[in-house]
């Protein structure tokens, strides 16, 4: 992050000496940076510890002010205060799944530690605490992750005495020597495929909502927007939502006395499955026809059938030769889809578990 930075700050510099103030001059734009302004950016500390400014700090004095300016967001022991940012403890985590990466855990040089903290903490104020102010919040940090002791104190000269658990966790990327015969052929670089096809769309896959959803969420926040009603419509408001709720029972009662035929275990579990399918598929209350056709009622229920889908050329003529989705048929044709029917156009491998295609059919019966 600091070469990055340094990268930047040289860049600048050098536009400003150099094109900079002619430029600017001639457009009538700006003016030269001033050496102070300049000194105000250029504040990296890189990890041989380079830029570092003279000064030291203690763990004591670094506990007192840590308490004082970091710790209602990163706690006492910067361990975190809620979703705030733990600033110790993961050793040992990062090969998890979900690793704890923390100064101490993961930071391979302490100088980033001392740039970030000098630069941008405490969150909203930053860079109010003087450079002995950093030295001890960093030497106190560091005793939170049990690096040294509560006696220690940090300076410019021991700085980088300072052993980081994870210095060794971090190579220098090799892949253009260590990866080379990856890289050896031409690339192609035109007519490189014979077809093209769009398979997915993001709509289908919900990366995108749509415009109504968007909408709907929108007026479902307007209308909980106390701003936006006088105090009365409230009231009545208040009643009117009071009364469907009241004949809710009735509405699903068949619903639920069709399901109960049905393990509702099973259902579960095949509602899982069906992730597998939503890419495709959408099934239920206001489903529509996706890459898939809608599955609602489609147990028991004719093939190709589906309203204004186009299915594909043996899919229809299944239908119309009057292929019934039973509970057998179903299990056959999602065991190996391309099998079942050649060329159907749903590309899906299959459901290689029987219990699987048993619980996704006991969902799907699910919607009548
Ligand atoms: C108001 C809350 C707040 C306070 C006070 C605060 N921080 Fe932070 N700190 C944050 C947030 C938020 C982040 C994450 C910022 C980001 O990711 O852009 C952070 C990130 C950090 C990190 C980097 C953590 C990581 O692993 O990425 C360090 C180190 C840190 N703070 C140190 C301090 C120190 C030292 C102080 C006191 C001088 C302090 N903070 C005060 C909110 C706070
Ligand atoms: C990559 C997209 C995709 C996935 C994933 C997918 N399907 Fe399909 N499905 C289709 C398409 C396309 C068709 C239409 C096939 C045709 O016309 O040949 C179809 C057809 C069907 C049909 C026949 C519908 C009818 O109206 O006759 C059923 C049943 C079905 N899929 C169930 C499933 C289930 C259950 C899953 C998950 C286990 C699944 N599909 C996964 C795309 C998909």
Same mark, same amino acid.
């Given at each position: ?36 302004? =300049?000194?105000?950016? #250029?504040?990296? $500390?890189?990890? &041989?510890?380079?830029?570092?400014? /003279?000064?030291?700090?203690? %763990? +004591? ?79 106190? =940090?560091?005793?939170? #992750?049990?690096? $040294?002791?509560? &006696?220690?104190?940090?300076?410019? /000269?021991?700085?980088?005495? %300072? +052993? ?205």
């Amino acid at each position: 992050m600091s070469k990055y930075r340094k990268l930047i700050a040289t860049t600048a510099l050098a536009a400003t000496l150099t094109a900079g103030p002619a430029l600017a001059e001639k457009l009538g734009l700006g003016r030269p940076a001033l050496p102070e302004e =300049i000194a105000a950016w #250029n504040l990296d $500390v890189s990890p &041989d510890g380079t830029g570092l400014p /003279e000064g030291s700090g203690s %763990v +004591e004095d670094g506990e007192a002010l840590f308490v004082d300016y970091c710790a209602v967001c990163h706690g006492d022991f910067a361990e975190g205060v809620g979703n705030w940012p733990k600033l110790a403890g993961g050793e040992g985590t990062l090969a998890d799944k979900d690793p704890l990466k923390t100064v101490g855990s993961y930071w391979p040089y302490l100088s980033t530690t001392w740039d970030y903290v000098h630069r941008s903490m405490p969150f909203g104020n930053a860079q109010t605490l003087t450079p002995d102010e950093v030295y001890a919040v960093v030497a106190y =940090i560091l005793y939170s #992750n049990y690096i $040294v002791e509560d &006696d220690f104190v940090l300076s410019k /000269e021991n700085f980088l005495d %300072v +052993e980081m658990p994870n210095a060794d966790g971090f190579i220098v990327d090799d892949r253009e020597t260590a990866e080379a015969h990856f890289w050896q052929d031409e690339p192609c670089m035109e007519n490189c495929k014979e077809t093209v096809e769009i398979t997915m769309e993001a709509a289908v896959l919900d990366v995108t909502p749509e415009e109504t959803k968007a909408r709907k969420v929108q007026e479902m926040i307007d209308a909980t927007n106390p701003a936006n009603k006088p105090a009365e419509a409230k009231v009545e408001e208040a009643a009117v939502a009071a009364e469907p709720a009241a004949e809710e029972p009735a509405a699903t009662a068949p619903a639920a006395e069709e399901a109960a035929a049905l393990d509702p275990e099973l259902v579960k579990a095949g509602e899982k499955v069906f992730k597998k399918c939503k890419a495709c598929h959408q099934v239920g209350e206001g489903a529509k026809n996706r890459t898939g056709p809608v599955l609602t009622g489609i147990v028991g229920h004719a093939a190709g059938a589906a309203e204004d889908f186009r299915y594909s050329k043996p899919m229809e003529k299944a239908g119309e030769e009057g292929l019934i989705w039973s509970e057998d048929e179903l299990h056959a044709f999602l065991a190996k889809p391309k099998a079942y029917m050649k060329k159907t156009k749903m590309s899906f491998a299959g459901l290689k578990k029987d219990d699987d295609i048993a619980a996704v059919i006991a969902y799907l019966k699910s919607f009548e």
